[in-house]
DNA sequence: CCGTACTACGTGAACGTTCACGAATCTCAA
DNA sequence: TTGAGATTCGTGAACGTTCACGTAGTACGG
């Protein structure tokens, strides 16, 4: 049946499904939800009436009388980054377990930025948990006192934050780099700025560290305009033996541009990407890459939230305050 | 008239903050939505007091009066899988583009189907958009009179409905693998079923048309167990010059077998990918495929949507069912 | 001094649902 | 016949916000 049009537009409300049936309200929210103390015939006349007159309760009335359903908000650059769908699907997960849903806006296409993003999503939800850049105590200042977790966000500007200890990857790195005898080391930057360039900034500790000059170059974080930067970087560092890019999928688009380069991989240049999203291992050759555990990111943030939402945690308390650290998946690039 | 505001777990209400600046609901409602006819020191003081209590409105009470700001629900099997991904992010560009927002609910993990998802979702949206497999019937009697569009679903068993051209898909690469020289051809099939095999179907009507015979295989969609499943086909079958994957990922398992097992794509074996996600570009050799404008089918859930929430559509009408087609991106592996 | 127009603020009502009661009606044994 | 208990159903109240008014106060021109 379409919805009934005696005025159109108008949705059926319960007081028009007890009129229908010849039954009082009260009548009407046993049927529907399944309650005791109604009769088997009237909870198939009211039921059918509901049907019928197109009936489905207001979420807002029901969240109104019943006490919220928690919902957090997902705020996410760019679904299209394979990173970001792996980290959702975690915290989706880790969501649903608990009962509550996501609301996910994702502010990679058009001009707007997270606070966009945030702005759409904070009169929606209970709480925030997103990659908001600088943004974050923007973000907190819209989310009001409600849980806001930050994800690689730099200061704790936000209730609750997860960071990455990008000197322990950086180390990692280039440990390995220099184990297996590489000499000249770019790292592939994003252009993004990301969190203040951190990523940038501990791959050249660790490169002064081990003793490797760094070349550093940016590019957007996808894999064509890493693909384009790489191009003009060969012919000016002809020693380059090493190179470290931001993210895996730019790290993919270095291994398209050493191939057409003719340079072979790890043979000529070692590659090693960043986060381990599952495509590296569908790469040819397969990606060495600096990796999250991203069910346990999701998980930590999804905790966080929880802890914050019950006061189990105060807000921008150390113990709201997360570091995870990468690992080291060693496959063919390097 | 002034509440207690010290029961700890109780959120502050428009109350507290009137009680709190010593003024009258509404006038807390001027100040916090920027309304006119408040004076500037009020507005200030109101402000203060709603951050100092960490005041936030309660979204029931204000949908409840202003009217719902409609809010979609989109099921996806797996955001683990590129496919959806792509597809999540152009029905959440599309539904900003309008003010909607989006609860994702991903069922993939977990033990549970579908319906599980779009039972969690129902309460919580005004339509659905999902890939719901045979479960759109369901479904759609869970939703009401909302709107449901389901995808890649048979028969038209929800209000809207998107479909594929299969047939026309299958054409398109059989003529081309044929015209190409190819004589024996695999396809590898998901073993969930889908929309019951139909891509199957289309894929082994095209064979015959094109007078090619067909093996047919079956794995789980991923690119692991596709790469195991083209393992043994390949000792069976010598003679296999071509290899048709259900979608783009189980392509990338099957690049990763061919090369493991020695054979060079596209000189030995040509493969065909289906869905057009972005990773094909970074595959070695990149991948042929059967491409969808991703773009456009989120669009065309999200315009199917509106249309039927605003009745311009008929639930279940022609109009409400659309076929989108694929089109053959050539690339290097066939 | 009056009336008019404007500013700043407050009060009843409504949104649609559920909760906590209370009021019928029916059953059945003493 | 009666009264207790179970079954079935209905009524006020409440959730927290905004809308449509209403009402003071203030400014100003006549």
């Known amino acids: 049946m379409t919805r009934s049009a005696d005025a159109p537009g108008r949705r059926a409300t319960i007081l028009d499904v007890a009129a229908a049936a010849g039954v009082s309200r009260q009548t009407v929210t ?75 806006d994702d502010y990679g296409h058009g001009t707007g930025s997270g606070l966009d993003a945030v702005s759409r999503l904070a009169p929606q939800v209970d709480a925030l948990i997103g990659y908001l850049g600088e943004h974050a105590a923007e973000a907190q200042s819209l989310m009001g006192s409600r849980p806001v977790v930050g994800l690689d ?82 012919e000016k560092e002809p020693g380059l033996d090493a190179l470290l890019a931001f993210n895996d999928v730019m790290a993919a688009g270095v291994l398209k541009a050493l191939h057409s380069a003719g340079r072979s991989v790890p043979g000529d240049c070692a590659v090693i990407g960043m986060d381990g999203i599952p495509l590296g291992e569908l790469l040819t050759p397969e990606l060495t890459t600096l990796a999250l555990d991203l069910r346990a990111v999701g998980r930590a943030a999804v905790d966080l939230v929880e802890a914050l939402l019950s006061g189990a945690v105060e807000p921008g308390s150390p113990a709201a305050s997360l570091t995870l650290r990468h690992e080291l998946i060693v496959r063919q690039s390097a």
Chains 1, 2 share one sequence.
């Open 30 to 104: 046993r049927a529907m939800n399944d309650m005791p103390g109604i009769s088997a015939a009237t909870r198939e006349r009211v039921q059918k009436c509901a049907v019928e007159l197109g009936y489905s309760p207001s979420r807002f009335a029901k969240g109104l009388v019943q006490g919220a359903r928690t919902s957090v908000g997902l705020a996410i650059p760019d679904l299209t980054n394979p990173y970001f769908p792996a980290f959702a699907s975690s915290v989706v997960e880790a969501a649903t377990q608990r009962g509550w849903n996501v609301v996910v």
């Open 153 to 234: 966000c730099p200061g704790g500007s936000s209730a609750g934050s997860i960071g990455f200890d990008y000197p322990y990857a950086a180390g990692l790195a280039l440990d390995h780099l220099a184990s297996t005898g590489r000499h000249k080391v770019a790292f592939l930057d994003s252009d993004q700025g990301g969190p203040a360039g951190s990523r940038g900034a501990a791959v050249a500790a660790a490169a002064a560290a081990a003793g490797i000059p760094l070349a550093r170059i940016h590019a957007s974080p996808s894999a064509t305009a890493a693909r384009d930067a790489i191009g003009g970087l060969l």
